[in-house]
């Protein structure tokens, strides 16, 4: 299974190689969330417990406004919850510091978005580069890196198109590459496929799912897309901020 | 990182061209103020920064080298005879009326020397020589003079004093902004033209032992009779009087011991080198122009300018991209990461603004100095400091810009 699809040149990392079978990469407690509407405070999540187990594909779907952006924002740790706390990789998250919090992003979490939010003045290559470059890593070896994962994701002839001049299916398998180059171990999804139409938006996804079972990645999907369901290995429900199943 | 800043600047060309306009600005009005009052103070000291004299000798009255009492002429011949000076050189600065032939007056000072001493001589001749300055009356004025005195070029004749005066010869880059026209001449001459306003006679009192002083009295003769009053050029007399008296000393003599000797010997005198001399007039002109001021206030405009202008463009640059610097914030890019985009952007714009904005400074330089005669002195230290400027300004003007990027929620990410 997962261990076994690890290519031999890349190096698994401790953290996956002791992590036992049942191990969680993310596990939130007792979530609640409000947002304050001049002086009433709107309830948007309440009671949210779940756990994402290491190196699978976790969907969280539901109807618009039931708080899924708000959940995924709140467990990447972009967002504070006025309740509850978010673990992950074992480490309590809401305890940390902004600066700290900006850290563990840039070291453990990969993004995907539903607008791509590539660079549209960089190339493909350098926006895959870009996330080398923020962890200090420059040069040939952030260029052979990058170009290496563009090939994974079948954009090796691509490298130097800018956004512009690439498809929305193809922007979307830059910004997977953007998101897998450094290796995180969590990967974070707002509705990927929302922009891509429906064999497109398969595509990527199996593209995406392939990828991070490669590399033992965790990945935590928001979706309304019920046709990329196959993909996952379990789904959440969400209805007016609370779990309805898993 | 470095190519998203670049790159992020280049994609909107239209709008990196206005901001190198406003920092060109920028530039452009520093560089040409702070040349200005460069060239400004060097071109009031031109004169004293030409000669080649050790020591200038003048009234220990000296406001400044062109505003000063007289020397008695018998002081140039004593100070010949101190020991330790090689050669003394009397220089005569009147102040003078010139009168064209049209009848157009202007105010001239005149410069008169020895044609054949070594202490002084004009520079920068372009027309004619030194040697015709033997010829009584004969003048050498600077090329950007020959409007402003209503002279056509060498070979025409205005009057001076009621003297007619010949231009026999043209310089260039030699006018102080600050003063009158200068007239070279030979010291006859100038002796001819100083007295040319004034008689002097003797007027003697006896006091109360019966001892007898006397005083050179000078009174003003009156302008309808100069013609009539008019001198004859003649050598210097002991009892003429001098402005200044140029020293060489020997090899061998030090400075200051040929310096105290010379105070010593005449009372009411002050040696001073050229560069004290030069300066006392620097300081003079500054304080009284007060052209510090004015042309700072020019400069500080530029900036301010600039600032407003850069300041708008890269806040504006950081709005179109807000969506982007929420992505790196998102990603885990460090505040300092952000910043570094913005104040790299601001970098890139100072030294593309500044280059062009650098090279119109030299085109206007050129312009000036040889149409106006005004010297916008330009050095590589002045350059550097306004490319320093230049950097501080754009850097500063990164400031709201980066307010914003601080304010940017990465939870915008997730927002459609
Ligand atoms: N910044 C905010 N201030 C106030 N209310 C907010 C804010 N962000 C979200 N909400 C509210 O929280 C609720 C959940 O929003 P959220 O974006 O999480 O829904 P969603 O499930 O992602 O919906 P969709 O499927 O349409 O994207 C909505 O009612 C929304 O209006
Ligand atoms: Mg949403």
């Keep these: 299974m997962t261990l076994l699809n690890v290519p031999p040149t890349r190096n698994a990392t401790p953290a996956r190689l002791n992590c036992p079978e049942d191990c969680r990469t993310i596990v939130a407690r007792d979530i609640g969330m409000s947002y304050k509407l001049g002086d009433r405070r709107v309830p ?75 660079f549209p003045a960089l190339t493909a290559l350098e926006n895959v580069e870009l996330a080398l470059d923020l962890r200090g890593i420059r040069g040939k070896e952030a260029r052979d890196r990058a170009q290496a994962m563009l090939e994974q994701v079948g954009l090796g002839d691509k490298a130097s198109n800018q956004p512009r001049d ?33 064999h497109s938006g398969h595509a990527v996804m199996e593209l995406l799912r392939k990828l991070a079972k490669e590399e033992g990645v965790t990945v935590l999907m928001v979706t309304h897309d019920p046709r990329i369901v196959d993909i996952a290995d379990s789904i959440i429900h969400l209805e007016d901020g609370i779990i309805q199943g898993s | 990182m470095a190519s998203l800043a670049r790159k992020n600047l280049l994609e909107d060309i239209p709008r990196f061209l206005v901001a190198q306009a406003g ?10 103020q702070l040349g200005i009052y460069r060239g400004f ?6 004169i004293v920064d030409e000669a080649e004299a050790d020591l200038w000798v003048s009234s220990e009255d000296m406001v400044y080298f062109e505003l000063t009492p007289s020397l008695a002429a018998e002081n140039l011949f004593e100070i010949q005879g101190l020991d330790g000076v090689e050669l003394a050189e009397p220089l005569l600065l009147p102040s003078a009326q010139w009168h064209s032939q049209s009848g157009q007056l202007s105010t001239m000072k005149v410069i008169g020397f020895d044609p054949d001493g070594e202490l002084f001589q004009p520079w920068n001749i372009i027309e004619g020589n030194p040697e015709q300055l033997d010829e009584p009356f004969s003048i050498l004025i600077d090329r950007t003079n020959l409007r402003p005195l209503d002279i056509g070029g060498v070979g025409e004749v205005a009057d001076i004093n009621s003297i007619p005066s010949t231009v026999v010869g043209l310089t260039e880059g030699t006018q102080s902004i600050a003063s009158s026209a200068f007239a070279f001449t030979s010291l006859e001459s100038a002796l001819a033209y100083s007295t040319t306003a004034f008689s002097t006679s003797l007027s003697c009192q006896s006091d109360a032992d019966g001892n007898l002083s ?23 007399q002991a009892s003429d009087t001098v402005t200044h008296v140029l020293v060489r000393i020997e090899n061998s003599a030090n400075l200051e011991e040929v310096r105290a000797a010379i105070e010593s010997a005449i009372p009411g005198a002050r040696a001073l080198t050229g560069e004290q001399v030069a300066e006392r007039t620097r300081l003079y002109w500054r304080d009284r122009t007060g052209i510090g001021f004015t042309l ?23 709005s179109d991209h807000i969506k982007e610097f929420g992505t790196l914030k998102a ?11 913005v104040i790299e952007q601001a970098m890139w714009m100072a030294v593309t603004g500044y280059a062009p904005g650098t090279a119109l400074c030299w085109f206007i330089a050129q312009w000036t100095a040889s149409s106006m005669g005004i010297v916008v002195l330009i050095t590589p230290l002045s350059s550097v400091a306004v490319f320093g400027i230049t950097l501080a300004m754009c850097v500063g003007s990164a400031f709201f810009a980066i307010q914003k990027v601080t304010r940017v929620d990465p939870a915008i990410v997730f927002k459609a």
Excluded: H
């Design chain 1, 166 to 198: 690439l498809s929305g299916g193809q922007k979307q398998r830059v910004a997977i590459a953007r998101a897998l180059v450094a290796r995180p171990k969590i990967v974070m999804a707002d509705e990927p496929t929302a922009a891509l139409d429906s």
């Design chain 2, 214 to 236: 006397c005083d050179r009295v000078a009174r003003r003769v009156p302008q309808e009779n100069w013609a009539d009053n008019r001198q004859e050029a003649r050598t210097l």
């Design chain 2, 41 to 46: 103070l060097k071109s009031t000291a031109l």
């Design chain 2, 23 to 32: 920092i060109m600005f920028a530039v452009v009005l520093v560089t040409v």
């Design chain 2, 331 to 341: 990603m885990g890019a460090s505040d300092w990461t952000l910043y570094g985009v």
């Design chain 2, 296 to 318: 700072g206030m020019g400069a500080a405009l530029g900036v301010v300018v600039g600032v407003v202008i850069v300041s708008q463009i890269l806040y504006s640059s950081v």
């Design chain 1, 44 to 118: 948007v999540l309440r009671d949210i417990d779940l756990s994402v187990r290491s190196g699978n594909v976790k969907l969280l779907m539901g109807p618009s406004g039931s708080g899924k952006t708000t959940l995924l924002s709140i467990l990447a740790g972009l967002l504070s919850p006025t309740q509850g706390r978010v673990e992950l990789l074992g480490e309590n998250i809401t305890a940390l510091s902004k600066a700290q919090l900006s850290r563990f992003r840039l070291e453990n979490i990969g993004f995907i978005f539903q607008g791509f939010n590539l």
